[in-house]
């Protein structure tokens, strides 16, 4: 509990400091960005590139980020590959389909506790469907029919409610994160059925198969974007900032949506 | 006689390199499918694909522009062939690029969604791209040329990320410790 009231000090901190250095000169002149010509109408437009990010994290973040690459590179995705000739497409789409239908409560909750009460009902309603005519989730029937998913994370919520998303942080396994996302993630791990944190509708019964369905549900959906990774990480001059900054990018968009 | 003759590719030229208003959403839809259809045909190898392509891409994108914000305030401080260098090598790469995210989704079908007017200099246009499991959106971002009806693509925005936003910070950060030079070679 103590550990959960540092973190929670610790995020408000760097939300307030995040949003001081947010403040460039640029967002007070708004008003006056027509009488600007071109070329300064897209300096507006685009973030200040020498702007310095706040990133104290970083020497551990370069290292996670060269360790998870080895374990994507040598391990992670040789055994997607393979997995991928073993088990046909239409297999995999709909284990895939399965784990996202599983994976209702989040975003149900999400959407709610954003306020978003007509995309938690179409949430709703899409779990109805696809777990009945869908067979478990297999078939994304819903979406067939022109129901979406709406997906919203823990992290998007706090973000939604303007926490700031503090410094970056690089978990093993999962990759480019930040402050408010790791605890928003650990949040929707919590109440996840695929985990294993003893309420009642969670399927594995203990953390070894938590642990082997989470595997699963990951390798599953790798084997269904190979090549991805390898052909973004081409595109960076320097891998860490790349994904930092692209991460941070997306996650500013969703929590806009 | 001579000199009309040179004129007019170049002229033709210029002309296809934008686009107007009017015509955005329906021009890029015809593009967008033209590009399809060449990414998914079987018969052509890799690298005729992307031959085939480069033409149709390079009337849609304005590579000065995009190189212009990449790089920021280093910009100014470039000469003109240095500058033009810069734009040959930035070209290529974003073609590259642009080319490889393609061919990952060729079985897949892109929808042109609605265009949006952010300001009156500045158009969206938005896609998405339906995969097996996932739809991902794409944003194409026009800009009104000066004094002109004609509108060009300055960035590509792929699931909340700004491509050019992100090569202007990843510029940034190489320049701080290397030289221009040394970009051009990694570019």
């Given at each position: 509990m103590k550990y959960f009231t540092f973190l929670i000090f610790t995020l408000l901190f760097t939300t307030g400091c995040a949003t001081k250095t947010n403040?460039?000169?640029?967002?007070?002149?708004?008003?006056?960005?027509?009488?600007?010509?071109?070329?300064?109408?897209?300096?507006?437009?685009?973030?200040?590139?020498?702007?310095?990010v706040f990133d104290p994290l970083e020497g551990y973040n370069?290292?996670?980020?060269?360790?998870?690459?080895?374990?994507?590179?040598?391990?992670?995705?040789?055994?997607?590959?393979?997995?991928?000739?073993?088990?046909?497409?239409?297999?995999?789409?709909?284990?895939?389909?399965?784990?996202?239908?599983?994976?209702?409560?989040?975003?149900?909750?999400?959407?709610?506790?954003?306020?978003?009460?007509?995309?938690?009902?179409?949430?709703?309603?899409?779990?109805?469907?696809?777990?009945?005519?869908?067979?478990?989730?297999?078939?994304?029937?819903?979406?067939?029919?022109?129901?979406?998913?709406?997906?919203?994370?823990f992290g998007?919520t706090l973000g939604?409610y303007g926490v700031g998303s503090g410094f970056h942080i690089v978990l093993?396994?999962?990759?480019?994160s930040n402050l408010r996302d790791s605890l928003g993630f650990a949040v929707?791990?919590?109440?996840?059925?695929?985990?294993?944190?003893?309420?009642?509708?969670?399927?594995?019964?203990?953390?070894?198969?938590?642990?082997?369905?989470?595997?699963?549900?990951?390798?599953?959906?790798?084997?269904?974007?190979?090549?991805?990774?390898?052909?973004?990480?081409?595109?960076?001059?320097?891998?860490?900032?790349?994904?930092?900054?692209?991460?941070e990018?997306?996650r500013?968009?969703?929590?806009?949506? | 006689?001579?000199?009309?003759?040179?004129?007019?590719?170049?002229?033709?030229?210029?002309?296809?390199?934008?686009?107007?208003?009017?015509?955005?959403?329906?021009?890029?839809?015809?593009?967008?499918?033209?590009?399809?259809?060449?990414?998914?045909?079987?018969?052509?190898?890799?690298?005729?694909?992307?031959?085939?392509?480069?033409?149709?891409?390079?009337?849609?994108?304005?590579?000065?522009?995009?190189?212009?914000?990449?790089?920021?305030?280093?910009?100014?401080?470039?000469?003109?062939?240095?500058?033009?260098?810069?734009?040959?090598?930035?070209?290529?790469?974003?073609?590259?690029?642009?080319?490889?995210?393609?061919?990952?989704?060729?079985?897949?079908?892109?929808?042109?969604?609605?265009?949006?007017?952010?300001?009156?200099?500045?158009?969206?246009?938005?896609?998405?791209?339906?995969?097996?499991?996932?739809?991902?959106?794409?944003?194409?971002?026009?800009?009104?040329?000066?004094?002109?009806?004609?509108?060009?693509?300055?960035?590509?925005?792929?699931?909340?990320?700004?491509?050019?936003?992100?090569?202007?910070?990843?510029?940034?950060?190489?320049?701080?410790?290397?030289?221009?030079?040394?970009?051009?070679?990694?570019?």
């Open positions: 403040l460039t000169p640029n967002d007070t002149n708004q008003s006056i960005v027509s009488q600007l010509d071109e070329s300064d109408e897209f300096d507006n437009e685009f973030e200040d590139e020498e702007k310095e370069r290292w996670m980020t060269s360790v998870n690459d080895n374990i994507y590179i040598y391990a992670f995705d040789p055994v997607s590959r393979g997995y991928a000739v073993v088990v046909p497409k239409p297999a995999r789409v709909g284990l895939s389909n399965a784990f996202d239908n599983l994976k209702f409560p989040i975003r149900f909750t999400n959407n709610l506790l954003q306020l978003k009460f007509d995309h938690s009902i179409k949430e709703l309603g899409r779990f109805m469907i696809n777990s009945t005519i869908g067979v478990l989730g297999l078939f994304d029937v819903a979406k067939a029919g022109g129901v979406e998913a709406y997906p919203e994370d998007q939604h093993p396994f999962f990759g480019p929707d791990t919590a109440i996840s059925p695929t985990t294993n944190a003893s309420l009642k509708y969670q399927i594995p019964d203990n953390t070894e198969k938590a642990l082997g369905l989470s595997t699963l549900y990951y390798l599953n959906k790798n084997s269904l974007h190979p090549g991805e990774y390898e052909s973004l990480k081409k595109d960076a001059l320097d891998v860490y900032t790349f994904f930092r900054d692209s991460y990018q997306k500013a968009k969703e929590i806009k949506e | 006689m001579l000199k009309k003759l040179i004129l007019l590719p170049l002229l033709t030229m210029s002309f296809l390199f934008a686009i107007e208003e009017a015509n955005i959403k329906s021009e890029m839809d015809s593009k967008i499918q033209e590009i399809t259809s060449i990414l998914q045909d079987k018969a052509l190898s890799s690298e005729s694909k992307k031959e085939k392509i480069s033409p149709t891409v390079d009337t849609i994108f304005d590579y000065k522009t995009m190189s212009k914000i990449s790089l920021g305030k280093k910009w100014k401080t470039l000469s003109s062939s240095e500058q033009e260098n810069f734009i040959q090598k930035f070209e290529t790469k974003l073609k590259n690029s642009y080319f490889e995210k393609l061919e990952l989704y060729t079985d897949q079908k892109v929808l042109v969604q609605e265009l949006e007017k952010v300001k009156s200099t500045r158009i969206q246009l938005h896609t998405d791209i339906i995969g097996v499991e996932e739809t991902y959106e794409v944003i194409y971002k026009f800009y009104k040329v000066k004094n002109s009806n004609d509108w060009r693509i300055y960035d590509v925005e792929i699931t909340g990320v700004s491509i050019i936003q992100t090569y202007r910070k990843q510029f940034s950060e190489f320049l701080k410790t290397k030289s221009f030079s040394k970009l051009l070679e990694s570019l």
